[in-house]
């Protein structure tokens, strides 16, 4: 399974931060513990039922809170678009990568704003 990590520092509220990320690229988050969820965008019934017509989009994520108060969020391709042929594997993917490249630009700008570094890594 693809995932990246994205640090983002010292951020207070990070739960809300991730929320608010998501919802502003319109996504609907449903929480699966205190730092685990799943975003979600669209409707699979409608992504099996008209295939590449209707896109389905579900991206996982898990923020860590580290020794020194600093987080990392692992987010992770969900859903593989397969129920949409070819276009939908290819449009899940790139669905993918702009969440993960629109993160990373999000909480390095917050980071220099605050003056912390950053490192994304992506396996």
Do not use: C
């Not at 990590?5 to 449903?30: A, M, T």
Request: proline residues 2%.
């Amino acid at each position: 399974m693809d995932y990246t990590d994205i640090p983002v520092g010292q951020i207070p509220n990070i739960r809300e931060v991730v929320q608010r990320f998501f919802e502003w690229n319109e996504f609907r988050v449903e929480w699966k513990g205190e730092y685990l969820g799943v975003a979600k965008k669209g409707s699979l019934v409608m992504n099996i039922a008209f295939r590449s017509f209707s896109q389905y989009y579900e991206i996982g994520f898990e923020i860590s809170i580290l020794q020194d108060q600093t987080a990392v969020i692992r987010v992770s391709k969900q859903y593989s678009g397969a129920w949409g042929g070819l276009i939908g594997v290819h449009m899940a993917d790139k669905q993918y990568n702009e969440i993960v490249e629109k993160m990373s630009a999000y909480f390095n700008a917050m980071a220099k704003y605050k003056g912390s570094g950053d490192a994304t890594t992506k396996n």
